[in-house]
């Protein structure tokens, strides 16, 4: 069946209705009509398996038939992501997002080819939350990835540590986050330089040291050339450890993918 979504400010199991994008999806494009079924899910965990009961220009209506709720994965991965050049970023978050990465965080770094004024910024934030919604709807994916606004990697470590979370909206003020959700058990950063470590070894000695493995992990990676120095040593400074990726240099977009394989494998998989 095919899949919808819609955002937990607007779910109401009791009266589901598509709107905007996803009725010109649903009616434009599948041509859907009612009396089909279909999948909808807020990205939050729950689904529900609903019929069509109305169809106009400006929504769909839509009626439950069985709901049910998806826990969360294992382990909360935020992926902080230097913005590449091109549509590298669109790949990214598309992949993050079949791979279970529960935040994505766009860095404007040092050596970020890419330039953003304040409304690209939001315009851009924009488009790649709209591409995690996709890619949520296509992989079944009921935990959406929440992209946050690309900013500096000074300002990311600022918000992780004072434990706030930034806002999803500009005026928006950002949201103090419950304890539980500011720290980050495992924090990692690729390098390219000599003292980097195998992610294998990282795991082994955090589990080894703290008898679990972790349930959350920042995973950064650099944009093309790498972090710059000052960037690398910020963030040994708040607690990330450089791991290699091996003999070989890797793409931008090869090295997120990569990164998040080797982390959803190891970490959301269940244990046999």
Known sequence: MHRFYIAPEDWNADALVLRESEVHHARDVLRLEPGERVVVFNGRGHEITAVITKVTREEIQLRK?????????????????????GKNMDLIVQKAVELGVAKIAPIISDRTIVHLQEKEAVQKKSKWQQAAVEAAKQCGQNWLSMVQRPRKLKEFFATVEAGVSPASNPGMQPTRLPPQERGLDLRLIGSLQSDAVH?????AEYECEHQSRPTSVLMCIGPEGDFTPAELNLAR?????PITLGPIILRVETAAIYCLSVLSYELLAEPL
């Open 65 to 85: 038939l069985h709901q049910a709720r998806v826990p969360p994965l294992r382990c909360e991965i935020t992926l902080a992501q230097a913005i590449p050049k």
């Open 199 to 203: 992610l294998k070894r990282v795991l």
């Open 237 to 241: 400074s708040h607690g990330c450890r």
